[in-house]
Nanobody, 122 residues
Framework: VQLQASGGGLVQARGSLRLSCVAS????????VAWFRQAPGKEREFVAS???????YYADSVKGRFTISRDRDKNTVYLQMNSLKPEDTAVYYC?????????????????WGQGTQVTVSS
């Protein structure tokens, strides 16, 4: 299973970005998919996830601003990020759990993408 994340970049505060994560070797709709992020000097943290049935979960810090979604035909998971803040600056990683559990910990996910940098300027 390989995950390829993209879509990061530099954006001003209150702007928007959409991250993409293309999966190969496994269907994204058969398992839980998630986005995590890691800011400089901080631990990797949970951002959002979606289970195979469509149930979504969000960290409190992004609730109402970020939306996770997937496209079965493209085998791709997205993270739409609106109203971005400087504190959203981080490397964003996509992850997949074939067991389809509602995990929020790094150890809950078996497969990881390489990360894409998001920088929000004030």
């Amino acid at each position: 299973v390989q995950l390829q994340a993209s879509g990061g970049g530099l954006v001003q505060a209150r702007g928007s970005l959409r991250l993409s994560c293309v999966a190969s070797g496994r269907t994204v709709s058969r398992g839980a998919v998630a986005w995590f992020r890691q800011a400089p000097g901080k631990e990797r943290e949970f951002v959002a996830s979606m289970r195979s049935g469509g149930t979504t979960y969000y960290a409190d810090s992004v609730k109402g601003r970020f939306t996770i979604s997937r496209d079965r035909d493209k085998n791709t998971v997205y993270l739409q990020m609106n109203s971005l803040k400087p504190e959203d600056t981080a490397v964003y990683y996509c992850a997949l759990d074939p067991r389809n559990m509602p995990g929020v910990l790094i150890r809950d996910y078996d497969y990881w993408g390489q990360g894409t940098q998001v920088t929000v300027s004030s």
